[in-house]
C-alpha cells in the first residue's frame, strides 16, 4: 500500500496571506488528522475527519480550517498568516475504527512564514 | 489537561550502550504508541501496547507498559546510530478522545 502524501513539501508565505496544504491518506483509511509541530511545543493535534465529518478539534484558533473529501482526501487551510504559524504541519491517517487509533503520517509540509 | 511527560529530553550516548527512556502521565489510557521521528519525515509507529504490565519487543526495542497503565518505557540494548532519532510517546485521552503526544525524547548515538 501506499502511504500517505502531502503536498506540497516545502512553502515559503509572508504575513496574512493565506495557505492550503494537502494530504491523501493510505487506501482504505477513512480517518484524517493535522497536527502542528515546532520546536518548543512539540506535536500538538489540530483536527480530526473521519467519513468527511469533523470528529474532534484541538485548541487552536478558527483561523485554522481544514475539510475531508468523499475519498477520505482531505485538506488543510490556515488563513492570515503570522510568524508564529512557521512548523512542520502533519497529515496523519487511521482506520478510524474504535480503538485503533495508530497513527500513520505523511512526511509533512514545512511552512516558513516571513 | 492529560499530558505525557517524557524524560530525559535529551540523551547522547556510545554505539554498544543500553538506554531507558520513559512516557509517564498521571492519567490511565486504554493504550499506548510509541513512534521514532528522524529529520525531515514524519514519525513512524513502532508499537502499541494495551494491556497493564505488557513487554512487547521488537529487536533491540523493548517497550513496557505500566501495571497501571499510566506509564512506559522503551528500552534499547547496544544502540547503533540507526537509533537516532526524536522518540514519541503517544495516548487517547479517555476525556475527549483527543490523540495527545509527548514532547519526544531526542536520542543520538554516537559511532
Known amino acids: 500500500k501506499a502511504g500517505v502524501t502531502q503536498t506540497p513539501r516545502y512553502l515559503i508565505k509572508t504575513r496574512g496571506q493565506q495557505v492550503t496544504l494537502s494530504c491523501s491518506p493510505i487506501s482504505g483509511h477513512r480517518s484524517v488528522s493535522w497536527y502542528q509541530q515546532t520546536p518548543g511545543q512539540g506535536l500538538q493535534f489540530l483536527f480530526e475527519y473521519f467519513s468527511e465529518t469533523q470528529r474532534n478539534k484541538g485548541n487552536f484558533p478558527g483561523r485554522f480550517s481544514g475539510r475531508q473529501f468523499s475519498n477520505s482526501r482531505s485538506e488543510m487551510n490556515v488563513s492570515t498568516l503570522e510568524l508564529g504559524d512557521s512548523a512542520l504541519y502533519l497529515c496523519?491517517?487511521?482506520?478510524?475504527?474504535?480503538?485503533?487509533?495508530?497513527?500513520?503520517f505523511g512526511p509533512g509540509t514545512r511552512l516558513t512564514v516571513l | 489537561t492529560q499530558l505525557l511527560e517524557q524524560s530525559p529530553q535529551f540523551l547522547s550516548i556510545q554505539e554498544g550502550e543500553n538506554l531507558t527512556v520513559y512516557c509517564n502521565s498521571s492519567?490511565?489510557?486504554?493504550?499506548l504508541q510509541w513512534y521514532r521521528q528522524e529529520p525531515g519525515e514524519g514519525p513512524v509507529l513502532l508499537v502499541t501496547?494495551?494491556?497493564?504490565?505488557e513487554v512487547k519487543k521488537l529487536k533491540r526495542l523493548t517497550f513496557q507498559f505500566g501495571d497501571a497503565r499510566k506509564d512506559s518505557s522503551l528500552h534499547i540494548t547496544a544502540a547503533q546510530p540507526g537509533d537516532t532519532g526524536l522518540y514519541l510517546c503517544?495516548?487517547?485521552?479517555?476525556?475527549?478522545?483527543?490523540?495527545?503526544f509527548g514532547k519526544g525524547t531526542r536520542l543520538h548515538i554516537l559511532p
Open positions: 501496547v494495551v494491556t497493564g504490565g
Open positions: 492519567s490511565v489510557f486504554s493504550s
Open positions: 496523519a491517517s487511521s482506520s478510524g475504527r474504535q480503538g485503533m487509533r495508530e497513527q500513520f
Open positions: 503517544a495516548a487517547t485521552s479517555n476525556r475527549d478522545d483527543k490523540i495527545i
